[in-house]
């Protein structure tokens, strides 16, 4: 039995201008966090030739072929592992939650089956692969910033130049700098699920089209990921509160599906409660709300949230990347 893992993240800023619509045509950066919310992945062989699956749903099939669910299929075919296995996964976050869980489950899918072949494959190999799966072979309408966080962990700078290449960086934070970024930081649950596909495409219509000075607006999230770096670095800390709420101010306006009244109402609430800023990450529609506020205002926002519903998610920065964490595999 082989137990892999990748770490969800949170995108810190510049989060969207990976998506090709844009990064194709003008190049994207942005910075993001893994987080210790993991998402492991168990393979076991099997003793006949049958394929057994085990996620929301059990599936066991003859063949990789009559597999439903459409990552473990492709996953599988690339790398070549068909037949007498039982693969398992299990998540420390909801789907559909804005952290990237699926490209975090495709990283971790495919550093277990390479394991399980004894495949090396390296840390950029493995995002790579991950790319190609879901935006190749797939179609999803995504960027790259999920596979490669997932793999690389760390705070980590993306470039994705125009080529389709990505230039990592990892963000050489001080520790205190760390330190007071996590503690200032209030993650909570919307409570709301939502496929991240129907807000992405309409986000890539809209930057593809110009609708409203969308690039113009992309232009800026992208500065603001170059300015999240430099307090990153800085240990300006408290500037990052004020920039994650100029990025929600530009990012809410590029799908009309990426927020709604009662998500408004919740960011309002948090503002008022002491909030210096906050967005929902991932493509937005639901999932997680991230907040900064100033220690001497964090118990009064924790306890209006938590007033209004929202489940509190405590985390730190994962360091590691996508790791195997345990190999009983025998020949």
Known sequence: MILSRAPVRFSLGGGGTDLPSYANTHGGFLVAAAVDKYIFIAIHERFDARIRLGYSHTELVDSVDQIEHRLFRECMRDVGVTKGVELFSMADVPANSGLGSSSTFTVA????????????????????????????????????????????????????????????EPVPMKREFRDE???????????????????????????????????????????????????????????????????????????????????????????????????????????????YARPTERRKLYDTMVARGLKPLRFQFDLDGARIVANFHRS
């Open 109 to 168: 899918l495919l550093n277990a089956l390479r394991a399980y072949k004894r495949e090396y494959v390296s840390t950029d190999e493995l995002a790579r692969e991950a790319c190609k799966i879901e935006i190749d072979v797939l179609k999803e309408p995504i960027g790259k910033q999920d596979q490669y966080i997932a793999a690389y962990g760390g705070v980590t700078a993306f470039t994705f130049n125009t080529d389709g290449t990505v230039t990592v």
């Open 181 to 291: 970024l996590e503690s200032n930081l209030l993650i909570f649950y919307s409570g709301v699920e939502r496929a991240a596909s129907s807000v992405l495409k309409e986000q890539s219509k809209t930057i593809t089209e110009n609708k409203d000075d969308a690039v113009q607006k992309m232009h800026r999230i992208k500065e603001l990921g170059y300015e999240t770096r430099r307090i990153l670095l800085s240990g300006e800390i408290d500037k990052y509160g004020e920039l994650l709420h100029e990025h929600w101010t530009n990012k809410r306006k590029l799908a009309s599906n990426m927020t709604d009244s009662s998500i408004d109402e919740h960011y309002d609430a948090a503002r008022n409660a002491g909030a210096i800023g906050g967005k929902l990450m991932g493509a937005g529609g639901g999932g997680f709300f991230m907040f």
